[in-house]
């Protein structure tokens, strides 16, 4: 994995997520343990705890999650 994806494309905050499901922008789970992709794909719903994407619920403590930050569009548009 590039360490400018994981400073670039992170999704950590609710705001994060919630411009990604609000825009229906599709999301990247990755396992850092299996070292690989896992699902692909619009947020349905999430919580504090939770994001679920297909009919999957992933915990936001245990994957990475990569999309489009809101806050890197934001800066560009400044």
């Known amino acids: 994995m590039y360490l400018s994806k994981l400073t670039n494309k992170s999704l950590v905050t609710n705001n994060?997520?919630?411009?990604?499901?609000?825009?229906?922008?599709?999301?990247?789970?990755?396992?850092?343990?299996?070292?690989?992709?896992?699902?692909?794909?619009?947020i349905h719903s999430f919580n504090d705890q939770m994001i679920q994407i297909h009919e999957f619920a992933f915990c936001r403590s245990t994957y990475l999650f990569?999309?489009?930050?809101?806050?890197?569009?934001?800066?560009?548009?400044?």
Do not use: H, M, W
């Open 16 to 42: 994060d997520l919630d411009f990604n499901y609000r825009l229906g922008i599709p999301v990247e789970v990755f396992c850092s343990k299996q070292k690989k992709t896992i699902a692909f794909g619009q």
């Open 66 to 78: 990569f999309g489009q930050p809101a806050k890197s569009v934001l800066s560009k548009s400044s």
